[in-house]
């Protein structure tokens, strides 16, 4: 059975801390609906009813453009080992980019990976959690180096470039915002 909370508990906070994915679901007023799965060392905890997640450059921006369109997102993380559980973060979102004041202050909570691309900010307003008791067991083997390996050898000009290049407009032609206007 599903479990409601207004805010993460320390107990919530543990077991993220313990989980290697997590998969960010946004979506526009209208058009495709993104769910992405995200790795490495991204995600932050600020307080019980905030977190941050660092979203390195990818083949696209959707979760940008549906967060500046309306802000909705949620966070799922699912526990693939011996304690089954479904976690889900929904809440209002905000990307933080590089001109933004309070890029510095997020950049030092995570590695400095040259892909990044924009923070996002999720303030959340419900916290659902259910059994996973239907989820598969699996094991990390390990991080993929090459997301990171890509983008040292682009470069952060190059990284930029293939921002302009790709991940100006969504797969419904919405703006991402992540170059100022």
């Given at each position: ?33 993104n ?22 450059t ?6 940008a ?29 905000r ?75 969504s ?11």
């Amino acid at each position: 059975m599903a479990s409601m909370y207004e805010s993460l508990t320390n107990e919530h906070i543990e077991f993220i801390k313990r989980q290697h994915i997590f998969f960010v679901g946004t979506a526009g007023k209208e058009g495709y609906i993104n769910v992405s799965p995200k790795g490495m060392d991204s995600f932050r905890v600020l307080n019980p009813s905030r977190i941050v997640w660092l979203n390195l450059t990818g083949s696209g921006n959707e979760s940008a453009a549906h967060v500046l369109e309306n802000g909705r997102m949620t966070i799922m993380f699912c526990s693939f080992d011996e304690e089954p559980l479904i976690m889900r973060l929904y809440g209002t979102a905000r990307a933080v980019h590089p001109r933004d004041p309070d890029w510095e202050e997020m950049l030092e909570l995570f590695p400095g990976f040259v892909g990044t691309r924009q923070f996002f900010e999720l303030q959340i307003e419900l916290v659902q959690t259910s059994c996973g008791y239907a989820v598969p067991y699996y094991q990390l083997v390990d991080e993929r180096p090459t997301l990171e390996d890509w983008a040292k050898k682009k470069g952060r000009k190059g990284v930029e470039q293939y921002w302009k290049d790709n991940n100006i407009k969504s797969l419904n032609n919405k703006d991402t915002g992540i170059f100022e206007v």
